[in-house]
């Protein structure tokens, strides 16, 4: 292997600095002041790095849907494919949900803890009228402001229909806007190039900053919803891939590692949208017009993760250390809370913590003890964030299978290279290759 490591793979690159960081961070730790040096030195470049990938969430959410809406026109059977990608969803939302209730009762991530220290946090009771304002705002621009990702997906809808409607009228806009998409995945692919060095001051932070034995308390937990992702990810999505999808699980994981990988470092399904995107093109085969509109509404409305798994391990958690004795109907309304919830905590700040505080409140736990678990939050928010993109690339993929929309020979075939810019650079140089890219995400 050649020691120029900027002409390593990309995913070498990544896994060099998770190594380089996690090194560094366990020193610091060792030091005695870890969390001081991290914030005054780690924090400053990883928060550069996660703000250059926030602050192109919202115009490239919102041009790839109103385009994708203009190309759905071209593809038959909308309806149908719609309601099959969100009853899959759902489906794959109640299996998570079950199986983080499973690990949660035999492992027990609750039981036999002293009191722990925990940070105050303040929380609210998440209502069904607050879920709906985050599905229909009243001003665009706040909404865009505020990053609620779900209001700007209900309006880019609207907008993308209302030119499908218009014709050729409103066929000029659109052509702007699938411009203004181009030169947004061109952007975002500069700021995923820095992933390896990003990732450096990320991961360095968290373990300069808690270190091993801060985590002690809580290492059940935290194995807990480890190991209720890993039994989605080796049992749950693989075995839905076999027996539903007639696709190899394996070759899926192949496809998709680059999103995966970027989505455990990121800690972001809405940045890991770009690349989710292009792997589910370029790799699996889904059809480019389906995908364009399936993964960015997978991305704001699709988390096993957050909205599943962590609720449901986290309400028995503080069921136990706090007493409460939980039946039938308290395990039946976590579910339910869990599959109704991502619609409002999607695109919102700290998605896991409305997702908890609305699961917790619907089954009438003590909101107080949430706090608890502030302090490992970013250290189980890498697994989280890898089992929601793993869902929202699983789906599309099922769906796509059983409509004849999937391209097996490209799913089959060896994965191309997806940051090599003499790719990018050949799309480029003619239309048509201008027109590919445009599809794609990234």
Sequence with gaps: MSLRVWKWQFWQQIVLSLVLGVTVGALLNNLGDGAKIAEDWLDPFGGVYTSLLKVVVVPLVFAAIVVSIGRLRGVSSVARLTGKTLGWFVVTSVIATAVGLAVALLTNPGQGLGKLASESVETEPVTWTQILKNLFPSNIVNAMAEGNVLGVVTFAVLFGAALVALGERGQRLTEIIDDVYLVMQKVVWWVVRLTPIGSFFLIGSVVATYGPSTLAPLAK??????????????????????????????????????????????????????????????????????????????????????????????????????????????????????????????????????????????????????????????????????LNVAGQLTVPVLVARSEGLLDEKTFNAKPVELTSPEADEAKEETPAGKKELAGASA
Aim: hydrophobic share 50%.
């Design 221 to 386: 937990f935290t194995g807990a919803i480890y190991l209720a992702v890993a039994i989605m990810l080796v049992v749950g999505y693989p075995a839905l891939l076999a027996a539903v999808g007639r696709v190899s699980p394996l070759k899926f994981y192949r496809n998709t590692w680059p999103a995966l990988q970027f989505a455990f470092v990121s800690s972001s399904s809405l940045a890991t949208l770009p690349i989710a995107q292009k792997v589910q093109i370029e790799r699996n085969g889904v059809q480019r017009e389906y995908a364009s509109f399936a993964q960015p509404l997978g991305a704001t409305i699709k988390f096993d993760g957050c909205g599943a798994i962590y609720p449901a391990v986290a309400a028995v958690f503080v069921a136990q250390y706090t007493g409460v004795e939980l039946g039938l109907g308290q395990y039946a309304l976590i579910a339910l809370a869990a599959i109704i919830g991502q619609l409002g905590t999607g695109g919102t700040p700290g998605p896991a913590l409305v997702a908890l505080t609305l699961t917790l409140t619907t089954v009438g736990l003590p909101l107080q003890a949430v706090g608890y678990l502030i302090a490992i939050d970013k250290v189980i928010d890498m697994a989280r964030t890898t």
